[in-house]
């Protein structure tokens, strides 16, 4: 799928774009309460701390809840429609919005299990996608 | 506002760092400034419960207090980005004064401050996050409120057919409204026949864009009563934040609303049993649904049944968005709920007059559900 939009690192955002170019599902662990976060953020919305590890999620997860977008007027994403909006819910606790791939938009269910796999969008880009997990696929 | 000299005071300052290319955000910057005035507060986090700020000059970003009560970890019961370019600091002072002696929230936490070499930005006012949801098609509302209705449907079994049910009920209003958009009435059936935008909405559930304004003059109550139209009275206002992301908030299924309509209620003294008539923000019919529950007027998960047998339709148990509401009178954000809300109040809304109404309350919201503002009017000054 040729994106209209791919996403742009900053100086909070960096460590996950560049976890993705090595396959790799970066989240904030804060150093002081131990909390996961997603999306990246500069301190940890529980104890404040700004000292927090990056690390390798799983990579698995849940659909927490979907959406079938059919119809979008947007520039470029009326070419891509229909596709699959979704939030999964990882194994770690974060959500992530993300899009399903490699299933039919009739076959997704709240519940599926998924699991990440990454969409090269340029040379320096790589997008997280989430794919059915198991022998449910 | 007079008496307040000597009423507030300044108890915690905090700095960020501060210098030429640091390579922080705004976001980083807001937050480390934040965390060091609460340090000097010597205040829990949990006692900020109002939040004033402006989004960085050079990253503008829509609902920005949001995002910064988010990062922060506090949900307060005021919220307000600025707009006044370099006054923006010292108005955060005089509202947070406003703020207090309005008895909308104990203690307010003003922030502002700008970084300039954060990274690249595509230009325009934007979504914090936008690079976590533009790249997959997530770009504007009936996607996002689509997640949430569906989240609904899975926990509360709600369907479809309810979410039609308060597409006709607004339709059916705004036949009796001579300024509304859409007047021609539309059945359930052609609610069902329409075809999907976002699953699980369709067209008949999505506000189209309309063109439209509303604007109400609001002055003493004392000085009200010697004017030409009977004063509709503001009894209760309040304000809720749950997030300003919506894929990230912990409970999907109850918002804003929640807090914000409790707020209201206490300050009013009123409870939803009391309340005559409602005028909630419909962008999508499910807000309806969602907004029922939270604002009280039936119990969670009940919100797709309540809707459905005419309750919210005039003559109903609590006619609901009587001019027709956002998805039949007009968008103009909101604004038109409130000029009917006060119409309704003097009496003056002709065949879509609730008989003897004396008390309505108003929905705004924003940042799909995160955030969200009731207000309580009166026929009487309670």
Redo the contacts between chains.
């Keep these: 799928m040729d994106r209209p939009v791919i996403p742009l690192a900053n100086s909070d955002t960096k460590p996950f774009w560049d976890g993705c170019l090595e396959g790799k599902l970066l989240l904030q662990r804060c150093a002081k309460c131990g909390a996961f976060r997603h999306p990246p953020s500069p301190a940890c919305a529980n104890c404040l701390s700004e000292e927090c590890a990056w690390v390798a999620a799983s990579g698995r997860g849940k659909v927490y809840t979907f959406t079938v977008v059919r119809e979008m007027r947007a520039r470029g994403w009326d070419k891509m429609v229909p596709y699959v909006l979704a939030v999964i819910e990882l194994e770690e606790g974060p959500r992530m919005l993300t899009n399903l791939t490699e299933v039919a938009p009739e076959a997704v269910k709240i519940g599926m299990p998924v699991v990440a796999t990454f969409a090269a969008l340029d040379g320096t880009t790589k997008l997280p996608l989430f794919k059915p997990d198991g022998p449910q696929a | 506002m007079n008496g307040v000299s000597g009423k507030y005071a300044i108890v915690g300052v905090g700095e960020s760092d501060v210098g030429r290319h640091l390579?922080?955000?705004g976001?980083?910057l807001h937050?480390?400034a934040m965390?060091r005035a609460?340090v000097d507060s010597g205040l829990e986090?949990s006692a900020i419960d109002g939040l004033i700020t402006r989004p960085s000059h050079s990253s503008p970003q829509f609902n920005y207090s949001g995002v910064l009560a988010?990062?922060?970890?506090i949900s307060p019961s005021y919220l307000n980005d600025t707009a006044l370019s370099g006054a923006s600091s010292a108005f955060m002072v005089m509202e947070a004064v406003a703020a207090l002696e309005a008895g909308l929230c104990t203690a307010v936490i003003c922030v502002n401050g700008d970084a300039h070499d954060?990274?690249?930005?595509?230009g325009g006012i934007t979504n914090w996050?936008e690079?976590?949801?533009?790249?997959?098609?997530?770009?504007?509302a009936?996607?996002s409120y689509?997640?949430?209705a569906?989240?609904h449907m899975?926990e509360f079994g709600t369907t479809s057919e309810q979410f039609g049910a308060v597409a006709v009920a607004f339709r059916k209003h705004a036949a009796l409204n001579p300024n509304a958009t859409f007047r021609t009435p539309i059945t359930l059936a052609d609610h069902q026949a329409s075809?999907?935008?976002?699953?699980?909405?369709r067209q008949l559930d999505c506000c189209p864009i309309t063109d439209g304004a509303g604007a109400v003059i609001i002055t003493s109550a004392e000085r009200a009563r010697d004017l030409a139209k009977p004063p509709v009275y503001i009894l209760g206002l309040g304000q809720g934040f749950t997030h300003s992301?919506l894929?990230?908030t912990p409970t999907?299924t109850t918002a804003a609303m929640r807090t914000s309509s409790q707020r209201a209620y206490a300050m009013a003294k009123l409870g939803p049993k009391d309340i005559d008539v409602a005028e909630l923000y419909d962008c999508f019919t499910y807000v309806v649904i969602l907004t029922l529950e939270d604002y009280g007027f039936c119990k969670k998960g009940e919100g797709g049944a309540f809707v459905e047998n005419g309750r919210i339709e005039l003559g109903g148990e609590i006619p609901v968005n009587t001019g027709g509401g956002l998805l039949s009178h007009g968008h103009a954000s909101g604004t038109l709920l409130i000029t009917e809300a006060a119409i309704q109040m003097r009496g003056a809304a002709g065949a879509r007059q609730v008989a003897d109404a004396e008390t309505v309350i108003v929905s705004g919201q924003c940042a799909v559900n995160g955030i969200n503002v009731s207000l309580i009017f009166g026929k009487h000054p309670n």
């Design positions: 390579g922080r955000s976001l980083a937050l480390q965390t609460l986090k988010g990062r922060f970890g954060a990274g690249p930005r595509r996050i690079d976590f949801e533009k790249p997959y098609g997530l770009i504007g009936p996607e689509a997640l949430a569906r989240r899975h075809r999907f935008i976002a699953e699980p909405f992301d894929a990230y999907m």
